[in-house]
């Protein structure tokens, strides 16, 4: 590692481990902003220096993300997006430590914990381009908190709008977006069901034949009284 690193990080390790406390959390606090600058400031640092440091200490990474306190929680989200944008596709062996959390912030009652948290998934999606990240809306989409169903179904949207065609266009990624698309029309609030329309719209230009299969066989499940119906696009 580079000497920024070696004088830095033993720092860091001690301060962003330390339980939260009335006392302690500005100390964490200061310590995931540090973390912060010193990956930005790291071009000179390989990738897996930063992915070493940062499954040693995503537990506390994440104790962080999940605090009551938004000042200790906003940096430490913000933490993961500039690990994601320096990171780029190299972020994959991270995302399962980090992002199931910043879903899980995303059905809180706090609109700024929830703006924050859907920020940071959007940015994860734009700057790492990893496709695997399907998976997890697929998973969130049937969760009971509206704000988690919409950040599934934006998630699933901007993914179908920024990420790779033939990645999006694998088996395994077609019948992640179909379900989604299925859950996400007929979901009971209106703005999931509006971005459901518009994920089946991204679909089918970006694979028109593959989206008018999955028509074909809406219809047909649906019955021989059914055979003008369309998706209620």
Known sequence: MSPSFKDILPLIRSDISLQETEDSWEKICRSILSFSELIRASSGNSS???IIIARELHRPINNAMKSERTRLSGPATDLIATMASEL???FEPLL???FPTLLLL???TSKVVV???RSCIMSIIETTQLVVVMSYFIQSIRDKSVSLRTVAAEGTLACLNSLNPPDLAKEERTKEIEGLI???IRDANA??????KQIYQAYELLLPIRAERFVRARIL???PLSHNIRLAF
């Open 115 to 117: 703006g924050r948290a």
């Open 182 to 184: 299925r859950m996400s």
């Open 191 to 196: 703005e999931v069901r509006k971005i459901g």
């Open 48 to 50: 897996q220096d930063i």
């Open 96 to 98: 399962h430590l980090f």
């Open 221 to 223: 499940c649906a019955g």
């Open 106 to 108: 995303c059905a809180r």
């Open 88 to 90: 780029g596709t190299d």
